[in-house]
């Protein structure tokens, strides 16, 4: 079935670090993928995305790496501060559909430690 | 900020009542899609509307109708609301229904009693 699940539901690491959130999906159809970051009463707000024809693509401070044969990706945080302290979803685009629907997994929590 | 608009903020229902959530789309953005988020979890899609007519639904009960106007905005209705039904509700806006980039509102959290 379709699911996209994110391997630990916290994870904490000291500013300045560098952060990797991971993501496994099982749709191996799938072709588009999203993070977002979501703080506390607050919806989520897109940080990257990547399509299945990459394997990786870098923004501000974040890299997205996909692995499409154990169908995994992951965000990479350079330089993790404070603010980046928030739920982290990855969300896979559903390709069978004409909607482009999002499939969340259940979120990591990134606590930054100052 | 994004531009997505939600109201109310907040909102407490006794079960067994209706509910009506509105949504305003980010200027330009002709589709929106709701999405129900329980405490700890991912959101779930309950479903999309484009130029005023639904494209798609989640696994939702038919108790979940929506609305979109030609103006684009959106409402979210629930009948005869369930314990189960509190939650987060986002809206999301998006320039078309497939790949367009979707911007969340910041969400109406329902209480029911």
């Known amino acids: 079935g379709e699911s996209v699940g994110l391997h630990l539901p916290t994870l904490s690491v000291q500013e300045g670090d560098n952060s990797i959130i991971n993501c496994a999906y099982s749709?191996?159809?799938?072709?588009?993928f999203i993070w977002y970051k979501q703080e506390s009463g607050k919806g989520p707000q897109f940080i990257i995305d990547?399509?299945?024809?990459?394997d990786k693509r870098q923004g501000q401070r974040v890299t997205v790496l996909l692995n499409k044969t154990v169908k995994h990706l992951s965000l990479q945080i350079a330089a993790t501060q404070p603010g980046d302290s928030a739920v982290y979803f990855c969300?896979?685009?559903?390709?069978?559909?004409?909607?482009?629907?999002?499939?969340f997994g259940q979120g990591t929590t990134l606590q930054v430690k100052p | 900020e994004t531009g997505v608009t939600q109201s109310p903020t907040h909102l407490i229902k006794t079960r067994g009542q209706q509910v009506t959530l509105r949504c305003s789309s980010q200027?330009?953005?002709?589709?929106v899609s709701w999405y129900q988020q329980a405490l700890g979890q991912g959101p779930q899609f309950i479903f999309q509307?484009?130029?005023?007519?639904?494209?798609g639904r989640g696994n939702f009960p038919p108790r979940f109708s929506g609305l979109q106007f030609p103006n684009y905005s959106s409402e979210l209705n629930v009948n005869a609301l369930e314990l189960d039904d509190s939650a987060l509700y986002l809206c999301?806006?998006?320039?078309?229904?497939?790949?367009?980039?979707?911007?969340f509102g910041p969400g109406t959290r329902l209480t029911v009693t």
């Open positions: 999301a806006s998006s320039l078309g229904r497939v790949r367009g980039e979707q911007y």
């Open positions: 200027s330009g953005h002709n589709t």
């Open positions: 509307y484009y130029r005023e007519e639904e494209n």
């Open positions: 749709n191996s159809a799938s072709d588009y």
């Open positions: 990547i399509r299945s024809n990459m």
């Open positions: 969300a896979e685009v559903d390709g069978s559909s004409n909607t482009g629907k999002l499939i």
